[in-house]
């Protein structure tokens, strides 16, 4: 599949999936959050896809925003549909998509960059990261889940003053708040991300695609996450990498998953 706004590799079990707009500091617009679906939905169905590593090209920025050209006349009714569409096609799909994502950070994370980051299973950056929610300096609010993540990530207080001071925090504050799991240098951020994935690629993919579910319901009203762990951890006992897993265990060697 080609793309005009995005790169896509894999390579080793993994999938890199580039946000490619540099004169724009990778900023999204309709088309882009269409490729990232296109691009995420088809690693996510690759067998020889494990792991999803979603970055920006060049060294300034992982996604510097959304391209704001793109809805500053908007309606009400059209600002719903955006978010709303926006929400479902890109944002609530990678969050629940049962391949690991990891944001590789490289640069500023501004807005929809980092509601794309947050939306990812978890994040690294690059120390020249910054990240922030901008969008009530332009008199709107976040609305691809930056309202709902940031403060399930770092928790309320911190939250509300990112959102409200429409500031932006730096990589060792993402840290400190646990935003990002890891910083490094910009040369040493891919090469994190792949020592990371290579770990997750040694365990089951279908515990892994399990295990995803579970944690993600706990964030989803009405709904019982512990209900859906025992029903994922059931699951797991009629699976070949159940089988090959304890096998392995039993006989002291290093298990060898099909991934059914």
């Known amino acids: 599949m080609t ?35 296109d691009a995420f939905e088809a690693a996510d169905t690759d067998k020889d896809t494990k792991v999803i590593i979603v970055t920006g090209s060049g060294e300034k920025a992982f996604v510097a925003g959304a391209d704001i050209s793109e809805f500053a006349d908007f309606d009400v009714k059209q600002g719903e549909n955006l978010a709303a569409k926006g929400q479902e096609l890109l944002f609530n799909f990678v969050e629940n998509l049962g391949t690991p994502v990891i944001a590789a950070v490289n640069g500023f994370a501004l807005g929809g960059g980092l509601e794309l980051a947050m939306a990812c299973h978890f994040r690294v950056a690059s120390d020249n990261a910054r990240m922030g929610l901008p969008e009530v300096s332009l008199g709107v609010i976040p609305g691809y889940g930056g309202t709902q993540r940031l403060p399930q990530l770092i928790g309320k207080g911190r939250a509300m003053e990112m959102v409200m001071t429409a500031g932006m925090i730096d990589a060792q504050t993402a840290h400190n708040y646990g935003l990002v799991n890891h910083v490094t240098t910009q040369e040493e951020l891919i090469p994190l991300a792949e020592k990371i994935a290579g770990k997750i690629m040694r365990n089951s993919s279908v515990a892994i695609k399990g295990a995803i579910k579970a944690v993600n319901a706990n964030y989803q009203d009405g709904v019982n996450g512990f209900n859906v762990e025992i029903t994922e951890f059931g699951n797991c006992f009629g699976t070949a990498d159940f089988k090959e897993g304890t096998t392995a265990f039993l006989e002291k060697r290093q298990a060898d998953f099909p991934g059914e």
Do not use: F, M, V
């Open 3 to 37: 793309y005009e706004n995005i790169l896509s590799k894999t390579e080793n079990g993994i999938t890199y999936i580039t946000i490619n707009r540099p004169s724009k500091l990778n900023a999204l617009n309709k088309a882009t959050i269409q490729e990232l679906h």
